[in-house]
């Protein structure tokens, strides 16, 4: 990452700051020891990445003039480090340009700002962490493997017996049971020069028919006489092309 270039990772509009006591031993620190009701200053908060530099800078939230800087070297750390009875305020280590430290007491509005504000300064550190291991890795030289065969070297590949049998299978064409079979279902024709096998057909009972019916339908249709149209009309008063009765 460029030296010169600022990332703004986080901003929360109104944060308060606090005078602390002087620090009497390594015991946590407790935000009920503050005048938690009576800031001693307002203002606005911005979290800033600049390479693998961290800064926590504080100003005003009109004219944007800077109040303080706290540099962030790690997380969580000295520099800023969470009280021990609530999760709404930190101990923020202020910086001057001189180098000179200073310890404040550091609140938000509510915990979802606080949340912000962790997070804000792991996702910092975390990508910080995550270059450098990127950064050893391509400086490392890359292990080239050689995977040709040598001379005189050989590989065997096992089959297996279902893939062997499979083919002879295939080769030995298809099983007995379907041959004769078409693809609808039914029986295919002889192969040429084969003997078909005899078949016996059996005769069907010849019909009963009434033989009083029979004689009445002759009866009926007896006195009809068809006119052939090759033969003359007997007479003038018989039509031609009728039948007579």
Same mark, same amino acid.
């Given at each position: 990452?460029?030296?010169?270039?600022?990332?703004?990772?986080?901003?929360?509009?109104?944060?308060?700051?606090?005078?602390?006591?002087?620090?009497?031993?390594?015991?946590?620190?407790?935000?009920?020891?503050?005048?938690?009701?009576?800031?001693?200053?307002?203002?606005?908060?911005?979290?800033?990445?600049?390479?693998?530099?961290?800064?926590?800078?504080? &100003? =005003?939230?009109?004219?944007?003039?800077? !109040?303080? +800087?706290?540099?962030? %070297?790690? *997380?969580?750390?000295?520099?800023? /480090?969470?009280?021990?009875?609530?999760?709404?305020?930190?101990?923020?280590?202020?910086?001057?340009?001189?180098?000179?430290?200073?310890?404040?007491?550091?609140?938000? &509005? =509510?915990?979802?700002?606080?949340?912000? !504000?962790? +997070?804000?300064?792991? %996702?910092? *550190?975390?990508?910080?962490?995550? /270059?450098?291991?990127?950064?050893?890795?391509?400086?490392?030289?890359?292990?080239?493997?050689?995977?040709?065969?040598?001379?005189?070297?050989?590989?065997?590949?096992?089959?297996?017996?279902?893939?062997?049998?499979?083919?002879?299978?295939?080769?030995?064409?298809?099983?007995?049971?379907?041959?004769?079979?078409?693809?609808?279902?039914?029986?295919?024709?002889?192969?040429?020069?084969?003997?078909?096998?005899?078949?016996?057909?059996?005769?069907?009972?010849?019909?009963?028919?009434?033989?009083?019916?029979?004689?009445?339908?002759?009866?009926?249709?007896?006195?009809?006489?068809?006119?052939?149209?090759?033969?003359?009309?007997?007479?003038?008063?018989?039509?031609?092309?009728?039948?007579?009765?």
């Amino acid at each position: 990452m460029a030296e010169d270039y600022e990332r703004i990772s986080l901003v929360k509009p109104e944060v308060f700051i606090y005078q602390i006591p002087p620090r009497a031993s390594n015991r946590a620190v407790r935000a009920a020891d503050w005048n938690l009701e009576s800031p001693d200053w307002k203002g606005r908060l911005r979290v800033v990445s600049m390479g693998e530099k961290c800064l926590v800078k504080l &100003e =005003d939230k009109i004219s944007g003039e800077l !109040f303080a +800087v706290c540099p962030v %070297d790690n *997380f969580p750390g000295i520099a800023v /480090e969470p009280v021990s009875d609530s999760s709404r305020y930190f101990l923020l280590r202020l910086q001057d340009p001189s180098g000179q430290n200073a310890f404040v007491g550091l609140g938000f &509005e =509510d915990r979802g700002d606080a949340f912000d !504000f962790n +997070v804000s300064l792991q %996702d910092h *550190f975390k990508m910080v962490k995550k /270059e450098q291991d990127l950064a050893v890795e391509s400086s490392q030289p890359v292990e080239h493997k050689d995977y040709s065969l040598k001379a005189g070297q050989k590989i065997q590949i096992n089959l297996g017996k279902k893939v062997l049998q499979k083919d002879e299978e295939e080769k030995s064409g298809p099983k007995q049971s379907l041959i004769g079979l078409s693809a609808s279902g039914g029986l295919l024709p002889p192969p040429a020069g084969a003997t078909p096998a005899p078949r016996t057909l059996q005769s069907a009972p010849a019909p009963a028919h009434n033989s009083q019916s029979t004689q009445s339908k002759s009866d009926d249709w007896g006195d009809f006489s068809v006119f052939d149209s090759s033969s003359k009309p007997k007479s003038s008063g018989e039509g031609s092309g009728w039948v007579q009765f």
